[in-house]
């Protein structure tokens, strides 16, 4: 069973969908459930064996609040439906495994309770970190707030860490014991592939256009307006281009940046493509916020990217940046400060160079890409011996 709070954007269903991709194929007897928050998981495909069920959503605010979807019922309402339907499904599927993503206790600690029944019945309990969480002394603030780490000290067997040391630590700086990093793992980032199934924009020639997206979109209008921008001044000097904006940016922002696009012959824009994977492998290049999905994609294919990472609420996308600018494997453009006009000549420049520069292959860091190889490793000694994935 994998936990996927899903508050905010595409990357935590995304990575869930992966890991239980992956331990499907590799163990043929395996059954996994995913319960996740997300309004869109339904428009995702997923293989044999793998399922999901949906509990009420919950957004959260570019300022850091949660707010729940319905209009009918208050947060506190909302997280204890979703506690008590978290438990619920826990009990009734009855796991050997039980993997959360990122949030230790849940969101708004609604998963204590499930934790501490699945603890006395011998599941095993595995929290899933991806590489980089904040910068670490805001993290520190946070977890102590929300009592993260004595629950990871006394609860959790495991800790999967989805990427490299050498890159980042995100447990670094936090006071944690020396039997808990002994539990830790670092497994390198998740390898991605192209589905079966042909992504439903259809676009022909994709390989000439650079690939401008971000992701589930709701903090991505900074990066879709300085980018628009871009174009609008120097379209001639820029590859063509395909916008995918995202599902859950405002659809008045959206609107209005489709009217923009529509006036640049070399645009394309699309909202939402569930299958992602196909044009991040066809496209000439990327240019991204850098979150962690959007990464493990630009490893995987290989693709020479341009990074523009927010730097609030968390300075999650700007640490991932910075470390794949030093070891050669993106370039990144740092955002405006707050009250800052976007530089739009400094835009065309980057964009510009994007086709040019070296792809993150050229950058020679070893394991980069072993995340499912080691989750499956580990998993080998729960549920038997896998097959090649």
């Known amino acids: 069973m994998i936990y996927s ?3 905010f954007g595409l ?4 990575r869930c969908r992966t890991i239980a991709h992956a331990l499907a194929e590799a163990f043929p007897k395996l059954k996994v459930l995913i319960v996740s928050g997300s309004p869109i ?21 570019r300022n850091g609040d949660y707010v729940p979807l319905s209009e009918h019922a208050s947060i506190q ?41 699945l603890k006395a019945r011998g599941t095993r309990l595995v929290l899933g970190l991806r590489d980089v969480l904040d910068e670490p002394q805001a993290l520190a ?12 000290e006394q609860l959790y067997d495991d800790i999967w860490i989805y990427g490299l040391q050498r890159i980042y630590d995100p447990l670094q700086g936090l006071g944690l014991s020396a039997d808990v990093a002994r539990r830790s793992v670092f497994t390198g980032y998740l390898k991605r592939s192209r589905p079966v199934a042909m992504p439903a924009a259809g676009l022909d020639d994709i390989a000439r256009r650079l690939l401008v997206t971000t992701g589930g979109g709701g903090d991505g209008e900074l990066l879709i307006d300085w980018a628009l921008s871009a174009y609008e001044r120097a379209a001639a000097a820029l590859p063509p281009a395909l916008f995918v904006v995202g599902p859950f940016m405002r659809a008045e922002a959206r609107a209005a940046f489709e ?3 529509r006036a640049v012959a070399s645009i394309r824009m699309l909202t939402f493509e569930p299958r992602m994977e196909h044009l991040m492998a066809e496209a000439l290049g990327v240019a991204s916020m850098g979150g962690y999905n959007t990464f493990c994609e630009i490893l995987s294919f290989d693709k020479r990217a341009l990074m523009v990472p927010r730097h609030v609420p968390r300075l999650e996308q700007t640490i991932r ?22 530089d739009v000549d400094a835009m065309i420049e980057a964009l510009r160079r994007v086709p040019s520069q070296q792809p993150p292959s050229r950058g020679a860091v070893t394991g980069l890409l072993d995340g499912l190889e080691t ?7 729960w549920f038997g011996r896998p097959r090649t994935i």
């Open 375 to 381: 989750i499956v490793a580990r998993c080998s000694s």
């Open 77 to 117: 309402e909302t997280t204890a439906l979703r506690s008590s339907l978290l438990k619920e499904a826990a009990v009734s599927f009855a796991p050997d495994a039980f993997l959360v993503d990122k949030e230790p206790l849940g969101l708004r600690g609604e998963l204590e309770g499930t934790l501490e029944a």
């Open 259 to 261: 009217a923009r696009a």
């Open 41 to 61: 998981i339904g428009s995702f495909d997923f293989k044999a064996r793998v399922d999901f069920v949906r509990v009420p959503g919950i957004i959260k605010l």
């Open 11 to 14: 990357g935590h269903i995304r």
């Open 5 to 7: 709070h899903d508050s």
């Open 321 to 342: 940046a910075e470390a794949a600018e030093r070891l050669g494997l993106a370039r990144m453009l740092r955002e405006p400060e707050d009250g800052e006009a976007s």
């Open 141 to 152: 603030t946070e977890w102590r707030r929300k009592r993260v780490i004595p629950t990871i």
